[in-house]
């Protein structure tokens, strides 16, 4: 299987790493809303260094993704109605505005409430933004609106692949898949 998309194949790379991201994004919107809803203390205080370096690990993957993107484009699409064109194109492009702002807004709130951010354990993420109690209070809310901006779309996504798959009965599932 080659490692770069085709025309009419995506490579292994991009089915990777939209794969492992899906999966990372999905997992991190649940662990985030679970200690966000948490009375915190010194039993449950650890989940959030552990939430922040597992967002910080998704965005460098986001980054690489957006790169191999740039230079690797994805296959043709297959046929559709040019208005199913352009909704697809419309929520790939919010997919990946989303994917991007959300751990920003995320890394710049966790800087500015001045807690360090420990990459499990093996060293400290710099904080890019000076200890402001207000812009931590904003970023973190922005951060989550933005998360469930983006789940919301992805439901829609998703729901447009199994329209694909099971009403169309096209490749567009598969060809992600296989
Ligand atoms: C793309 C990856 C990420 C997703 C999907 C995500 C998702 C979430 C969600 C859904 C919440 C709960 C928001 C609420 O309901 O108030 C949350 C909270 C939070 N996130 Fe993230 N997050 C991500 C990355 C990050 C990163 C990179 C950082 C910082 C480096 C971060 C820091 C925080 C902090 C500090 C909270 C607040 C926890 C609390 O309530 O005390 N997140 N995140
Ligand atoms: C948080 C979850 C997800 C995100 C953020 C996401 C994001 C994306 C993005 C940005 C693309 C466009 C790739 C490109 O052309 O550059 C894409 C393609 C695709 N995704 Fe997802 N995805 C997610 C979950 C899923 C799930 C669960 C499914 C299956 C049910 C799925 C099925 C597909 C398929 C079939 C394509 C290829 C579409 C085409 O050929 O035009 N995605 N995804």
Redesign the pocket.
Known sequence: MSLRNTQTRFGLITKSLHWIIAIG?WA??F???Y??NLE?GPDNFHL?PR??A???L??GL?TIRILWRTTNPPPTALPAKPFEHLIAKLVHVALYIL?LA??LF??I??SA?GFS?PFFGLFD?PLIWGEDEAVADLL??L??YS??A?MALALLHIAAALYRHFIKRDETLRRMIR
Request: positive net charge.
């Open positions: 994004l991190l919107f662990f985030g809303k200690i966000s915190l959030i939430h922040k597992f967002g910080i998704m965005l986001i994917m959300t751990p995320g890394w709130g966790a409430t951010i993420i973190l809310s951060h989550g998360a469930m983006m």
